[in-house]
T-cell receptor, first 111, second 110 residues
Framework: KNEVEQSPQNLTAQEGEFITINCSYSVGISALHWLQQHPGGGIVSLFMLSSGKKKHGRLIATINIQEKHSSLHITASHPRDSAVYIC?????????????FGKGTHLIIQP | DTAVSQTPKYLVTQMGNDKSIKCEQNLGHDTMYWYKQDSKKFLKIMFS???????INETVPNRFSPKSPDKAHLNLHINSLELGDSAVYFC?????????FGPGTRLLVL
């Protein structure tokens, strides 16, 4: 069964802390996505990775294809980073078959 | 100039009714999707539609049917609504691998 596992499920941290959220998947993928969902419900795509590392502002995403693992890091965390972060993968094999999602990590950054 | 839009934003209806949710994208993308987010916030693919090829997640009941009048639209029609259909439904479109999500439609079946 193709599954996407995220950890931790919930994370509360103080403002300024370095945050790491992990994602692992079970079979070969063509791409891995990190998504952000704010309390209002909208979903925003943060990164799409197929290899290596990407950085956008205080956010860094890495992927290790051999280990089938990705991490999302947030440096100098801020209360506005509080959201649910979702890892999603597109499995190899072609076809327009959408994304398979992890269950999300609920992040709260306290001031 | 919203990229992916959905209507309505909220939908409250009685069990047994038939309803539709509309999705439009102005990005010129070839592929569109419908996802369902359940009460535990877990997202799951329902359909993908690319150049008139429809791929259906096998777990989706046949009461759900996507309809695409043109490349920019993928509407979701639901027959005989059930309590368990209550969820947030997200439309998305993509080019290559990047996906753009609509704002979601919160459906409540009473």
């Amino acid at each position: 069964k193709n599954e996407v596992e995220q950890s931790p499920q919930n994370l509360t941290a103080q403002e300024g802390e370095f945050i790491t959220i992990n994602c692992s998947y079970s079979v070969g993928i063509s791409a891995l996505h990190w998504l952000q969902q704010h309390p209002g419900g909208g979903i925003v795509s943060l990164f799409m990775l197929s290899s290596g590392k990407k950085k956008h502002g205080r956010l860094i995403a890495t992927i290790n294809i051999q280990e089938k693992h990705s991490s999302l890091h947030i440096t100098a965390s801020h209360p506005r980073d509080s959201a649910v972060y979702i890892c999603a993968v597109r499995y190899s094999g072609g076809g327009a078959d959408g994304l398979t999602f992890g269950k999300g990590t609920h992040l709260i950054i306290q001031p | 100039d919203t990229a992916v839009s959905q209507t309505p934003k909220y939908l409250v209806t009685q069990m047994g009714n038939d309803k539709s949710i509309k999705c439009e994208q102005n990005l010129g993308h070839d592929t569109m999707y419908w996802y369902k987010q359940d009460s535990k916030k877990f997202l799951k693919i329902m359909f993908s539609y690319n150049n008139k090829e429809l791929i259906i997640n096998e777990t989706v009941p046949n009461r759900f049917s996507p309809k695409s009048p043109d490349k920019a639209h993928l509407n979701l029609h639901i027959n005989s609504l059930e309590l368990g259909d209550s969820a947030v439904y997200f439309c998305a479109s993509s080019v290559s691998e990047t996906q753009y999500f609509g704002p979601g439609t919160r459906l409540l079946v009473l």
